[in-house]
């Protein structure tokens, strides 16, 4: 995984600059962006690889997170169905 970043608006630099970014076209790779301990939850909008989209079943919605955590080892998608 990589990136860069990407402002928007002014003020959005100097708010970097003030956590100590300083080369606003720098290509970060996943260890600049992950240094510790990190949950990462994704939850399908539409199907996808990793998870199905959401789903209109009449009377619930049902949908599916990926939910990642490293100091646990997480690894698991969670299911969910809501009633409208």
Do not use: P, W
């Given at each position: ?5 990407h402002f ?68 698991t998608i ?7």
């Amino acid at each position: 995984m990589q990136g860069r970043l990407h402002f928007v608006e002014n003020n959005e630099k100097s708010r970097a600059k003030q956590l100590g970014i300083v080369d606003f076209s720098k290509k970060y790779d996943i260890e600049d962006m992950v240094k510790d301990d990190v949950i990462f939850c994704a939850t399908g909008v539409t199907n996808g690889d990793f998870v199905n989209g959401i789903k209109d079943e009449g009377d619930f919605f049902y949908s599916e997170t990926l939910v990642l955590h490293s100091s646990s080892k997480t690894n698991t998608i969670l299911k969910n169905q809501s009633k409208k």
